[in-house]
């Protein structure tokens, strides 16, 4: 079992800058795809990140590319997400994953371990 948790949520005015972490424990996340998703009110989870074992193939969502960065550090068991230039549409619960498909997947049925999440408020 991987057990995930996230942080860094929180409110930030629209332009701003956010960096979410999300730290694993039970087992090293080197194995495992690692994603980030988003869920807003109503709607269903979006995908917003994912990367390769080593990080070194990350896929973005079109509505977060160019903004946001993803990131894993296996040493830390810690994967992150650096959000800049925020926009209003951007606030959901970000969800990180796990998935031990080979490579990196936009499919929540891939993912089989969920962290609960942190809440992004994003002011106009």
């Known amino acids: 079992q991987v057990q995930l948790v996230e942080s860094g949520g929180g409110l930030v005015q629209a332009g701003g800058s956010l960096r979410l972490s999300c730290a694993a424990s039970g087992r090293t996340l080197s194995p495992y795809i690692m994603g980030w998703f988003r869920q807003a009110p109503g709607k269903g989870r979006e995908f917003v990140a994912a990367?390769?074992?080593?990080?070194?193939?990350?896929y973005y969502g079109d509505a977060v590319k160019g903004r946001f960065t993803m990131s894993r550090d296996n040493a830390k068991n810690t994967v992150y997400l650096q959000m800049d230039s925020l926009k209003p549409e951007d606030t959901a619960v970000y969800y990180c994953a796990a998935s031990g498909f080979a490579n990196p997947t936009m499919a929540v049925s891939a993912y089989a371990y969920w962290g609960q999440g942190t809440q992004v408020t994003v002011s106009s």
């Open positions: 990367t390769s074992r080593r990080g070194s193939t990350t």
